[in-house]
């Protein structure tokens, strides 16, 4: 082989190659990525008694993912890889029965939305009034530089 054909082969190797990382070098930007997500806990009250047992959902305002965990004797933790999204969020309570059906379960989201679809099930202690649900008028700003510890203290009338 002649070194004009080798030099040919040669550039289109480097081309394929290069062709072939560009969606790897692509994909590592910023389009596709999942926020940075950190650990926070606290306190739930309502009318200054802490909330048996319930749900806390951390809902971002921009794009991320939702960070959901159960609350017990008034108090939740999520770790810095389930936890809330950097930023902005908007924060929904709701009360569960005392024998808190979510209790133990390994998939939070599938516990959560068989919970939620269930139309009876044991009484709630201490009703969470909606402007805390899904209309919530809570929100907190999630910090890269913590310690993220929120505390709510929430009227039930």
């Given at each position: 082989?002649?070194?004009?054909?080798?030099?040919?082969?040669?550039?289109?190797?480097?081309?394929?190659?290069?062709?072939?990382?560009?969606?790897?070098?692509?994909?590592?930007?910023?389009?596709?990525?999942?926020?940075?997500?950190?650990?926070?806990?606290?306190?739930?009250?309502?009318?200054?008694?802490?909330?048996?047992?319930?749900?806390?959902?951390?809902?971002?305002?921009?794009?991320?993912?939702?960070?959901?965990?159960?609350?017990?004797?008034?108090?939740?933790?999520l770790s810095a890889t389930d936890g809330p999204a950097l930023g902005e969020n908007s924060i929904e309570i709701v009360a569960a029965p005392a024998a808190n059906?979510?209790?133990?379960?390994?998939?939070?989201?599938?516990?959560?939305?068989?919970?939620?679809?269930?139309?009876?099930?044991?009484?709630?202690?201490?009703?969470?009034?909606?402007?805390?649900?899904?209309?919530?008028?809570?929100?907190?700003?999630?910090?890269?530089?913590?310690?993220?510890?929120?505390?709510?203290?929430?009227?039930?009338?």
């Open positions: 082989m002649n070194g004009t054909l080798m030099n040919s082969i040669s550039i289109r190797r480097a081309i394929i190659v290069a062709l072939a990382a560009l969606p790897l070098a692509v994909g590592c930007g910023g389009r596709g990525r999942e926020p940075m997500r950190v650990a926070a806990h606290g306190e739930v009250r309502v009318d200054d008694v802490p909330l048996k047992a319930g749900v806390i959902r951390f809902v971002p305002q921009a794009k991320g993912p939702v960070a959901r965990t159960t609350i017990k004797d008034g108090r939740f933790a059906p979510l209790e133990g379960a390994t998939d939070i989201r599938a516990a959560w939305t068989a919970y939620a679809k269930a139309k009876q099930g044991p009484p709630v202690e201490t009703p969470v009034r909606t402007k805390y649900n899904q209309r919530t008028t809570l929100s907190v700003e999630v910090s890269a530089k913590g310690p993220n510890t929120f505390d709510f203290q929430l009227a039930s009338q």
